[in-house]
């Protein structure tokens, strides 16, 4: 009997129907010499540590570090019944095809009931990128050999394993020393958690302690044949700071009076410069979690339980859970089914889908930025957008747009800068022309009256120059001496700390780790950022304050308790390099755990100022 090991009823539903699995049982499907079953996510859990010796289930400092010999796992009650279907079936096979998520936890999810079972019959792995029909009729052509990802499941073990050390042991140590200071919370400690908080405790300090200065600046309205346009005065080097701005009041106030009394301005250079912007490439998922937040004020876990609907339930968009967004060059065979598609799910899009350029390869077709995953696009299959809600449909569009782009041309405007001088003073005018719509077309449609409505950076967006050229003179009709104060930085959204977890590299001085975090794409996973966030807010450490969060005061008070090395993402850096290591076959599973107990076992030791010999733990 040939077993599929799916993860949800929902993917075991779609691989059934593919596969002749027609007849509906208990937890299963079945048809032919297939069964199709399924894990409901993780049926089993990593086992507390009261389940290791009882005296575990009272906190202590003497106990600590609490590191298991032998690892155990548990059954979730929730679950308990379609863990012993999945078992029994498991247990009957000839042949095991894992058809879990395409990823590490994926794996992971498989192998502990692969394990549990003692199954030892041959192991194929399919790899979906997709649920629509064709795509797994693809994936069933292409099945790979369990041993192939076999070492993703070392590495998420791993990863779990060393998870339970740190977060059992240190969130024990610092909440019980905690409370002989007084405090009476508990100070919950995580690998990636405990970093990201310091990156929302550090960004509040900063405004906490922000002190505003003062700065003035000058806005001139002018008009040169009868089009009015603005510019802005710059100060001399002698009265700014190094950011350019104007600290010196009398400079400015005496500034804005020349102006004033010159009454025109003479254009002394004019130079214009054509830029061409590439399309985006498709989201992967940060990107995408960055961009609703910014743009639909969706929280990041809704946008990955939206992306996860679209692509479980609507069949309407790729795998979510990317942290790519290129496309391999083997799917520009599949372009013009896609297109077709799209214009089937909402025949609103034909207008902008006969413009494109079919045969147009951009930047996104590259097969050597692919990781095991790739960007996430619309199906090869129509979907129905009526059976979709309207925070669905908004996501779905979000897609769409991005895969739209990439066949139409770069987006190009003239750039205009021109100086001119007013009473012995410059000023600066910028002017943007767009020359040519190209991909931006894609953003028009996808949010009508937002031309730009994926991108919310102001700083090209502009007036229209008039036509100016050296000598030109132009009236001044309006001059606004403006006293303004510099501000804080902004508290983070959800979306812009997904964005800060990626990019955490910046705050890591040693140059590998640096690397290694820019090649991780930082701390976290697509997988994982919205659960720890999400945790972080449950947890009460991060507070939503509007669109923003803030870090509470339980929050500072762990950041100040735990060692550096837990809150620096450099940290997490080396973690990872280990990960890859046993996912490429260069470190065993047990050499990391023991390094990870060995870390852990010394950072006890060291806040508690004690040194006695450590024997083995349960």
């Known amino acids: 009997m040939r077993v599929f090991l799916c993860e949800k009823p929902s993917q075991g539903k779609d691989i059934a129907r593919v596969v002749g699995a027609r007849q509906r049982g208990n937890g299963c499907y079945n048809g032919g010499n297939a069964v199709v079953t399924w894990c409901i996510g993780h049926l089993v859990e990593a086992a507390q540590p009261e389940a290791y010796d009882e005296q575990y289930k009272r906190w202590s400092i003497d106990q600590l570090p609490i590191i298991p010999r032998s690892w155990r796992i548990d ?91 740190i977060g059992m042991n240190l969130s024990r140590l610092f909440t019980l020393l905690g409370r002989k200071a007084g405090y009476q919370g508990v100070l919950s400690v995580g690998r990636v958690q405990t970093p990201t908080l310091r990156l929302v405790v550090d960004r509040d300090g900063e405004i906490a302690s922000f002190v505003p200065v003062p700065y003035w600046t000058i806005e001139v309205a002018l008009s040169h044949s009868g089009q009015p346009f603005s510019a802005a005065w710059f100060p001399p080097d002698t009265v700014t700071d190094e950011a350019g701005q104007c600290r010196n009041q009398d400079a400015a106030t005496q500034a804005a009076e020349r102006i004033r009394a010159a009454q025109e301005a003479h254009v002394v250079s004019v130079e214009t410069e054509r830029v061409r912007e590439a399309a985006p490439l498709p989201f992967d998922l940060g990107t995408l979690q960055e961009v609703c937040s910014r743009q639909l004020g969706l929280d990041v876990q809704e946008t990955l339980d939206i992306a996860q609907a679209l692509y479980e339930t609507h069949k309407a968009t790729t795998y979510p859970r990317s942290d790519c967004g290129y496309l391999p060059e083997s799917m520009l065979a599949e372009v013009p089914t896609v297109l077709d598609a799209i214009v089937n799910t909402d025949p609103t899009i034909r207008p902008l889908v006969d413009k494109l350029n079919r045969s147009q390869r951009s930047r996104a077709w590259n097969d050597a930025k692919i990781t095991a995953h790739h960007g996430i696009i619309p199906t090869l299959e129509p979907a129905r957008l009526s059976t979709m809600s309207e925070k669905e449909q908004a996501v779905y569009r979000l897609i769409r747009s991005h895969y739209l782009a990439q066949f139409l041309p770069h987006h190009e405007y003239d750039r205009t800068v021109a100086i001119l001088s007013a009473g012995n003073q410059n000023l600066r005018a910028t002017g943007k022309q767009v020359v040519v719509p190209g991909w931006h077309l894609a953003q028009i449609s996808n949010a009508p009256g937002r031309p730009n409505s994926d991108d919310d950076d102001t700083s090209e967006r502009g007036q229209i120059l008039p036509s100016l050229s050296q000598g030109s003179r132009c009236q001044i009709t309006e001059v606004d001496l403006k006293a303004l104060k510099t501000m804080p930085p902004k508290p983070y959204t959800q979306g ?123």
């Not at 192998?111 to 795509?135: F, H, K, T, V």
């Not at 996973?525 to 870090?551: H, M, N, P, Q």
């Open 75 to 165: 059954i979730k009650p929730a679950t308990a019944a379609q863990f012993k279907i999945v078992t029994d079936l498991v247990g009957e096979a000839s042949e095991l095809v894992i058809a879990t998520d395409a990823d590490r936890e994926g794996e992971m999810i498989a192998r502990e009931i692969i394990n549990l079972c003692g199954y030892r019959g041959p192991i194929q792995r399919l790899w979906l990128s997709a649920l629509n029909d064709a795509s797994i009729r693809k994936a069933l052509g292409a099945l790979k050999p369990g041993s192939e990802t076999l070492p993703l499941y070392h590495s998420a073990l791993a990863r779990s394993r060393a998870d339970w050390l």
């Open 496 to 618: 812009e700390l997904i964005k800060a977890m990626k990019g955490v590299a910046r705050l890591v001085a040693d140059p590998r780790l640096k690397q290694k975090l820019k090649e991780t794409t930082g701390i976290g996973t697509e997988a994982t950022r919205a659960g720890i966030i999400t945790g972080l807010l449950g947890r009460g450490y991060l507070v939503k304050k509007g669109r923003a969060i803030r870090a509470s005061e339980a929050a500072f008070t762990l950041i100040d308790a735990v060692p550096p090395a837990i809150a620096d993402p450099g940290t997490t850096a080396v973690w990872e390099q280990a990960l890859d290591m046993i996912e490429a076959g260069q470190m065993t599973l047990d050499t990391f755990i023991e390094k990870q107990s060995a870390w852990v076992a010394q950072l006890v030791d060291e806040y508690l100022q004690i040194r006695p010999s450590r024997q083995g733990r349960d």
